[in-house]
């Protein structure tokens, strides 16, 4: 939805039943891009949505619930904090370009 103040986003699944209700955990909206935001949820699921054609896609799974996403300075990119590791995802082919690990 876009209004004359801004942009307001309301993300939400159709009819959630508890087998099948996501909680969002973090969110991030690209600096570099006027319509590119990332979000993780709680089973570990990261998605980019296109705000333009108000279409998602999942670029990744972690094994654990999202902490934390960050776009970094490379254009597509994000960085995805999960438990006690980062991993770094190319959001345009959905490809793991790094991870590292804590103790």
Known sequence: VIRPTGL???VA???PTPATQRKFTAVAFAAHD???VCFGDSTGA???????SNR????????QPVSDIAFVSEK?????????AVALVDTG???QLGRLRGP
């Open 46 to 52: 990261v998605f980019t949505m296109h705000l333009k």
């Open 34 to 36: 006027d319509h590119l």
């Open 8 to 10: 307001v986003l309301d």
């Open 56 to 63: 998602y896609t999942l670029v990744a799974r972690v094994s």
């Open 93 to 95: 082919r959905g490809k």
């Open 13 to 15: 699944l159709a009819a």
């Open 76 to 84: 597509g990119a994000v960085a995805v904090a999960a438990g006690m």
